[in-house]
């Protein structure tokens, strides 16, 4: 394919425009003003929780070690798949750990939600750096920095020429495990709140029990979770234009970015599943 | 045989298949509320042809957008529009009659704030960016009410939510045995997003060619009508889902064989090893 344009390569990082902050910050208050109208104190508390769940997610993404297309064949550093399938992974896997936890009450089903992001992040980058050295016979090392932050590992020698580096050194599996973590947290955050909106106001419209309407609400919160996941997350990688090495990567300084836009997204996403059972009923 | 291609690069303008395809959606999915009007189930596939149709204008948006090299692959671009569309297809459902339509609407609503976030803030500054994502989230909308109107016989969203089991012989009420009660939602989105995702994915390069990438977009769609037919046994009559379940199988083979046939024609075009042509039509 051929770029005719696209993105600007340029140096520097480019701030937001001041069109797009006003716009922002005029979308989440009129969102939040909205949420307390419609549900009052537990709309608004729910619309500040779902912000936050989505800032979470765009901000974890960049700790993701993405490779896409050129780490599957050993020619740049990272996880050989592109950002919204590595987050899909990650926040489905936590999104279940947290729903699971979600009866233990909101401390346990966060936890669980981390963890469950966390710990399926250490096996991808595990087997990952697995199949890396012991299938492709190739080293850890990073195009981007000189010197592993944490071990001191020096990359230099072991960079293949022509390459932006490869496989998967610490710093970098670190980071995916901190980001799968983050991801899990602001899905399973997201998923609770919904939750919470979901089953205080479906029995007084359906004039049932909350048993008879668990079914209805944990599967409606659960698609929007991961809804709102996803948009996040592919608004996340337009930030880091499709791959970074982990939190050492100089693109990981482009995070303010995402996550103003993110909480914009999460705000006017998550009114419309506030909202949603406003006009139930009505027509 | 000759060498010579029907379609040229351009093809069908994308604003003519934009006009097709929201016009289309929106009447086909109006076709399944005969259902309610008649008192039967034997529209209910016309839902899944609104989604086929949807579908086939996504992947012609997704072509536009993604010919400017976002650096995320092209399922990020699949999955933000089924994330924002699985709300606004919530949302839009609970409005009764009018539910095509206020779901039209709102998906707009979540695209433009979607794409104004990228290009304002996350300054990706794609001239497509905005129109494109507005028109990718009512896609997702759309092909997510048009699976679900066809797997529960409705686009209304009191009869995704209820249900009726044969119990013992008695038929029971029930929120469990329902499309969303039972996340067959859940299913619906990862179908709508495997298909809109896939096809652009598949026929990308330099041979693209509009026609074989819409037939296997068409394909796609038909191959995620097979699955929701037969889920559709549990929520609506024998007769109407075998009717569904016929359409579904009838359209998938002939899309498939005019694809395959359409494959070889440019596979051979390609026999004479000439040098890479570059699309002139901006993909």
């Known amino acids: ?283 | 045989m000759s060498v010579k291609v029907e379609v040229g690069a351009g093809g069908i303008p994308h604003n003519r298949i934009l006009i097709y395809g929201l016009v289309g959606s929106l009447v086909l999915i109006y076709l399944t509320y005969l259902n309610t009007i008649t008192g039967t189930e034997y529209f209910s596939f016309f839902g899944g042809l609104a989604a086929v149709v949807a579908l086939l204008w996504g992947t012609d948006t997704i072509k536009h957008l993604c010919s400017y090299g976002l650096g995320t692959g092209v399922p990020s671009a699949g999955m933000i529009a089924l994330g924002s569309g699985v709300v606004a297809a919530l949302f839009g459902a609970t409005t009764g009659p009018f539910a095509p339509i206020v779901t039209i609407i709102i998906a707009a609503i979540i695209g433009a704030v979607a794409g104004l976030m990228a290009n304002a803030v996350v300054r990706m500054d794609i001239p497509v960016m905005v129109v494109s994502l507005i028109e990718l989230a009512i896609v997702g909308a759309m092909t997510i009410l048009g699976l679900s109107a066809m797997a529960c016989g409705t686009f209304e969203f009191l009869g995704m939510i209820t249900g009726e089991i044969a119990i013992l012989g008695f038929v029971v009420q029930s929120y469990e045995f329902s499309l969303i009660g039972g996340s067959i939602i859940a299913v619906i989105f990862m179908l709508g997003a495997i298909a809109i995702q896939h096809s652009f994915n598949a026929c990308l390069g330099p041979g693209e060619q509009q026609d074989r990438t819409l037939m296997l977009a068409a394909e796609c769609g038909f191959l995620s009508m097979i699955p929701i037919a037969i889920i559709s046994f549990a929520f609506i009559g024998m007769y109407a889902a075998i009717i569904s379940l016929v359409v579904s199988i009838v359209g998938w083979l002939y899309t498939y064989k005019k694809y395959i046939e359409l494959s070889k024609r440019d596979a051979y075009a390609w026999l004479d090893a000439q040098p890479i042509l570059e699309p002139k039509g901006g993909a």
């Open chain 1, 1 to 283: 394919m051929s770029a005719l344009g696209g993105p600007k390569q340029t140096g520097g990082i480019q701030p937001p425009t001041a069109m797009g902050l006003v716009l922002g910050i005029v979308l989440i208050v009129a969102a939040l003003a909205l949420a307390y109208f419609l549900v009052q104190m537990a709309g608004l508390i729910a619309l500040v929780g779902i912000i936050i769940g989505g800032v979470l997610i765009a901000f974890g993404v960049h700790f993701v070690p993405v490779g896409g297309a050129p780490a599957a064949m050993g020619q740049a550093p990272g996880i050989a798949t592109g950002v919204a399938m590595l987050a899909a992974g990650a926040g489905l896997a936590g999104l279940f750990g947290g729903a699971w936890a979600a009866p233990l009450g909101l401390g346990v089903a966060l936890a669980g939600g981390a963890i469950g992001g966390g710990l399926l992040m250490a096996i991808t980058c595990t087997m990952v750096n697995v199949i890396y050295v012991f299938g492709m016979g190739i080293p850890a090392a990073s195009g981007k920095v000189d010197k592993d932050p944490i071990t001191g590992d020096s990359f230099p020698e072991y960079k293949s020429q022509g390459t932006e580096g490869h496989g998967l050194p610490f710093i970098s599996w670190i980071g995916g495990v901190i980001g799968g973590a983050l991801g899990g947290l602001g899905g399973t955050l997201i998923y609770l709140q919904l939750l919470d909106v979901y089953q205080a106001q479906l029995p007084v419209i359906l004039n049932a029990t909350v048993e008879q309407i668990a079914p209805v609400a944990i599967s409606l919160a659960g698609i929007f979770a991961v809804g709102m996941f996803l948009v996040n997350a592919v608004l996340a990688a337009y930030n880091i234009t499709g791959t970074i090495e982990g939190p050492h990567d100089p693109k990981f300084k482009r995070f303010p970015r995402a996550i103003i836009a993110a909480a914009v997204a999460s705000a006017v996403t998550g009114i419309f599943a506030i909202g949603l059972l406003q006009l139930v009923g009505v027509f």
